[in-house]
């Protein structure tokens, strides 16, 4: 059974850092691309980072060079590292995978104000 099972969101000041983990069960890195996106309040849902089977990986331009996408096969797991986070980043961060199937979790919230 497909699961994605967010964590890691939380309450941070701007400036500050957070690091969220997605737990992907049933899927295999080779042959999905795993991304996040994120939603905020009254807005449409958009594209944060991704990381293809190869390991390339890509990067809103509002996000470049604050946040990074990694994974660990290992531990089947896909992380969002955000680093100098500012109040717009505030939003439900969603886990996605894409393969012949796609695939959502449920969400965790990431809050940035002082």
């Known amino acids: 059974q497909v699961q994605l099972v967010e964590s890691g969101g939380g309450l941070v000041q701007p400036g500050g850092s957070l690091r969220l983990s997605c737990a992907a069960n049933?899927?295999?890195?080779?042959?999905?691309?795993m991304a996040w996106y994120r939603q905020a309040p009254g807005k449409q849902r958009d594209f944060v980072a991704d990381?293809?089977?190869?390991?390339?990986?890509n990067y809103a331009d509002s996000v470049k060079g604050r946040f990074t996408i990694s994974r660990d096969a290992g531990k089947n797991t896909v992380y969002l590292q955000m680093n100098s986070l500012k109040p717009e980043d505030t939003a439900v961060y969603y886990c996605?995978?894409?393969?012949?199937?796609?695939?959502w979790g449920q969400g965790t919230q990431v809050t940035v104000s002082s």
């Open positions: 990381i293809t089977n190869r390991g390339t990986a």
């Open positions: 049933g899927i295999s890195f080779s042959s999905n691309t």
């Open positions: 996605y995978a894409r393969g012949f199937f796609t695939y």
